[in-house]
């Protein structure tokens, strides 16, 4: 086979793939919207302050129904994981409730 036998449908195929219809790329998916809170954080502001005994955070736990919380005190280690619906009550170094967030 000549070279230009073999040039002629190499170029003729180069062509016909430059001119074939091309799909666009898939949209990226939007942005995910922020996550509110669902622990509920908020309603117990009344509770800053307190000390952080067993029967309060009880009064918490019987507010929340089978929602976690958890207590986190002073030089606590706790873990990174996030879950919204999970109440978090920071304790000071005295025993007192410092703040409710969710994570």
């Not at 086979?1 to 001119?19: G, N, Q």
């Not at 509110?36 to 507010?63: H, L, N, R, W």
């Amino acid at each position: 086979m000549s070279p230009k036998a073999f040039i002629a449908p190499v170029a003729m195929a180069m062509t016909l793939a430059a001119c074939a219809t091309q799909t666009p790329p898939e949209a990226a998916p939007p942005p995910a919207a922020e996550v509110e809170p669902t622990c509920g954080a908020d309603q117990f502001a009344s509770y800053v302050g307190q000390p952080a005994t067993d029967a309060t955070i009880a009064a918490i736990q019987s507010k929340r129904g089978d929602k976690p919380i958890r207590v986190i005190k002073p030089g606590m280690a706790v873990t990174m994981d996030y879950r919204a619906e999970r109440l978090n009550v920071d304790v000071d170094e005295s025993g007192a409730i410092k703040r409710f967030y969710c994570s």
